[in-house]
């Protein structure tokens, strides 16, 4: 079997194509949750701390000297992305959550219910009574 025929059928089989729907969709997603939190929320914690820009805040390890960049650690910048990542993930399982619930089968018809035991009882004893 050539490549191109295996890559054929590999493309041609249907979890692929949900899965590049599925990426393109969420790079999409994950662009919008982006912006939500660069544009929306940072700019409200950045008001509830007194009005300092967030993702701009940072541990100065070294300063920077002439042409040396400085070196430092950009908190601000990974609280956002955490930020970002738990909307991403709270939204996925609500999406999650809906498409099992889609899926959960009808629930089952309850069975007839037959005579009880005391019924049967009766019965057995007027057709006794009957011979």
């Not at 950009?74 to 959550?97: D, E, H, N, P, R």
Request: aromatic share 8%.
């Amino acid at each position: 079997m050539s490549v191109a025929s295996e890559f054929k059928e590999f493309i041609a089989r249907g979890n692929v194509v949900d899965l590049a729907v599925g990426v393109v969709i969420g790079g999409a997603f994950g662009k919008i949750i982006d912006s939500f939190v660069n544009q929306i929320i940072m700019p409200v914690v950045g008001m509830v701390t007194g009005g300092v820009d967030f993702s701009a805040q940072k541990i100065v390890l070294k300063a920077a000297e002439g042409d040396v960049a400085e070196v430092a650690i950009g908190y601000g910048a990974f609280i956002s992305t955490i930020i970002t990542f738990l909307i991403v993930a709270f939204a996925v399982f609500m999406m999650v959550k809906a498409v099992n619930r889609l899926r959960k089968p009808a629930p089952a018809p309850a069975a007839p219910a037959g005579p009880t035991d005391v019924e049967l009882l009766a019965e057995i004893r007027d057709l006794l009574k009957k011979q």
